[in-house]
């Protein structure tokens, strides 16, 4: 009765996977896949094809699991540049201030006013690129070609830090 057990394309492969699995746990040499490829009465050419599919396939999910982890990556690195401007912006303009404060005693015409318009639009600008998805997939492109972060401004690359005693540079410092 067990005999007339009828089971979908799927499930028997899925059955087969198992069991093949618990019986070769150390792995399956050439010959012995090819034997039990033949017994399935699959050729050689077959067996051929899909371990070509599946060598594709494995280096489709590393590709993509590299990607994944430049991505993570970047992102990191995005947010950590724009974080760091914002606070350079802001504390350029405290320094300004406390300069104004210092020499003219808190009388006479509040000059870093400019200097703090100046910031905020540069802030206001740089936190819209930081929201806007298509300017941080161009930043992130950019970013797999040069291995800089870059805002997508036409200034070039953000300084980001140090590497292997080097700074990373603006274009503009060439």
Avoid: C
């Amino acid at each position: 009765m067990d005999e007339q057990r009828f089971y979908s394309q799927e499930d028997a492969e899925e059955i087969l996977r198992l069991a093949s699995r618990q019986q070769f746990e150390g792995g399956v040499t050439l010959s012995d896949l090819q034997r039990m490829a033949g017994e399935l009465g699959l050729s050689p050419d077959a067996i051929q094809r899909a371990e070509a599919e599946l060598a594709a396939q494995s280096a489709q999910a590393q590709q993509k699991a590299l990607e994944q982890q430049k991505w993570a990556e970047f992102k990191e690195r995005y947010r950590h540049s724009y974080v760091s401007e914002v606070l350079s912006s802001l504390s350029f303009v405290t320094v300004m201030t406390f300069i104004w404060y210092f020499t003219s005693h808190g009388h006479g015409h509040f000059w870093p006013i400019w200097i703090i318009m100046i910031a905020g639009l540069n802030i206001i600008t740089k936190t819209f690129r930081q929201l806007d998805p298509h300017a941080r997939r161009r930043a992130f492109e950019k970013y797999l070609k040069k291995g800089v972060v870059t805002d997508g401004s036409i200034h070039g690359e953000i300084i980001i830090g140090h590497h292997g005693g080097r700074r990373l540079r603006d274009e503009s410092d060439h």
